[in-house]
């Protein structure tokens, strides 16, 4: 239970710390640490290289401006959570970071290190598929932008390469008409969900314009569940489209049983989570 | 300057690079040396001598090791010792007064029966601490405080007592205030 021994850098810019991953490809960015350091002490991951951000000012901090909150990689899970600005912008990111483990893991982990870390269950990389968000990267080769579906690729892996760092999350702030909504089920409060789903939807009238609704848990990656969103798009979101969308989105459910949930629980929690989800994110738009 | 309750430094036994790490700890600064790997749970109990901070599962799901780091509570096994590295940690060893007096918080664990073993005790506390520092009017429903204290893991008493006493470690620091 304690990890192998690494080289340990501390940078204080995005350059340096560039540089020192660049300099050895068992190099991996140290953020929070509340999901790195618990596989390194199991021994699961054995980095040769620690390189720790924690001493770069300019990956911290929150930003509302042009419709969009831009969260800084090192900024905390409980700074963004009690961030008045952001979630007056985007209330559903206190929603869905109230579910982010516990109180003390959220006051280290870091919203840049949780998506780059890219677990196919955690919460804040489906909050970025579902509203659309993106994500800026330093490399050696200067900066660029990935928009959350190009992200994620598969069970904590990302489109990034060893030696870029994620900078700043982009997150869309709630268009107007919107309703939102996330819920996830966990055996025990704070644990890895067996499932979890982000929905928004966008009204005109009485009439679903937009749905845009994402899971995780269910799969190698956080999905957009393009079928259930087809299910509500167009139409009135009342129960038989509730109930339909959440048929659709069982396809999408490609984890394997495990010790907590068979396939078809699994398929069935989906449902009822696309279910309740599109019903609360109805109410919330106003209608 | 009251006389140090940290353990002296200790010669090294590992072949382990070691690097200066500079903390405030219970109010007290202190240098040591420690490898990259050691976690700030083994800096604070092996090197610096306080074992009132306890390991139970080593990643971060038991709460047993918390303790507050710049003021908030985090998990000290999920923390490398050179990451606070000019941090202000506060372990139980801090919260009672210098006399003995138990802090409020003590006190009411002590009055609700909200510890058997005691192993968890510790963690309890700080996470409680921190949060009343975050939330100085906290929600004292059984809801608010269940949720908060989730992270922290109880096997004796099946935490309705460990609820109780944070609503009355409440009300004995108002009682304390007025």
């Known amino acids: ?287 | 300057m009251a006389k140090s309750v940290l353990k002296k430094p200790i010669p090294p036994t590992s072949s382990d690079p070691r690097v200066p790490v500079t903390l405030t700890i219970n109010g007290e600064t202190v240098t040591r040396e420690a490898s990259p790997r050691m976690l700030l749970s083994d800096f604070i109990r092996h090197e610096l001598g306080l074992t009132g901070t306890h390991v139970g599962c080593e990643h971060g799901v038991c709460g047993c090791c918390t303790v507050t780091i710049d003021g908030r509570a985090g998990r000290s096994c999920l923390a490398f010792a050179v990451q606070a590295d000019g941090a202000v940690i506060r372990t139980i060893e801090g919260v009672a007064g210098e006399d003995g007096t138990l802090h409020p918080i003590q006190q009411a664990m002590m009055e609700c029966h909200a510890l058997q073993c005691g192993y968890c005790t510790p963690g309890f506390v700080m996470s409680m601490l921190s949060y009343l520092d975050e939330t100085p009017q906290p929600d004292l429903s059984d809801k608010a405080i269940r949720e908060m204290l989730s992270g922290n893991l109880c096997r004796c008493t099946g935490y309705s007592n460990i609820v109780k006493a944070f609503r009355r470690g409440v009300e004995l620091m108002n009682a304390t205030a007025d």
């Open chain 1, 1 to 287: 239970m304690k990890p192998a021994l690494f080289d340990y850098v501390a940078p204080e810019t995005v350059e340096a710390a560039v540089a020192a991953l660049a300099g050895d490809e068992t190099a991996r960015p140290l953020a929070g640490g509340q999901s790195l350091i618990p596989t390194m002490n199991f021994r699961l991951s054995t980095p040769g290289r620690l390189v720790d951000l924690g001493k770069i000012e300019s990956l911290r901090g929150i930003a509302v401006e042009n419709g969009s909150i831009r969260v800084g990689a090192m900024t905390r899970h409980r700074e963004l959570e009690a961030h008045g600005a952001a979630n007056a912008a985007n209330p559903l990111i206190g929603e869905v970071l109230d579910n982010v483990a516990h109180i003390a893991i959220r006051n280290r982990g870091t919203v840049g290190g949780s998506i780059a870390h890219a677990d196919s269950a955690a919460e804040l990389p489906c909050l970025l598929v579902a509203s659309g968000g993106t994500v800026s990267v330093q490399g050696p080769d200067g900066s660029r932008e990935i928009a959350a579906d190009d992200l994620f690729r598969f069970h904590m892996t990302t489109t990034l390469d060893q030696t870029e760092i994620l900078t700043e999350v982009r997150i869309p702030a709630l268009p107007p008409a919107t309703g939102y909504a996330f819920e996830e089920f966990a055996r025990r409060r704070g644990d890895f969900a067996l499932a979890g789903v982000c929905t928004l939807l966008t009204l005109e009238g009485s009439v679903c314009r937009e749905a845009r609704i994402a899971a995780c848990g269910i799969g190698a990656r956080p999905i957009r569940l393009a079928a259930a969103e087809d299910a509500l798009r167009g139409r009135v979101v009342d129960e038989d489209a509730r109930s339909e969308a959440g048929e659709a989105a069982k396809e999408y459910m490609t984890a394997p049983a495990d010790t907590q949930a068979s396939v078809a629980y699994r398929r069935d929690l989906l449902a009822a989570l696309v279910r309740r989800t599109s019903e609360t994110a109805l109410k919330r738009a106003g209608r």
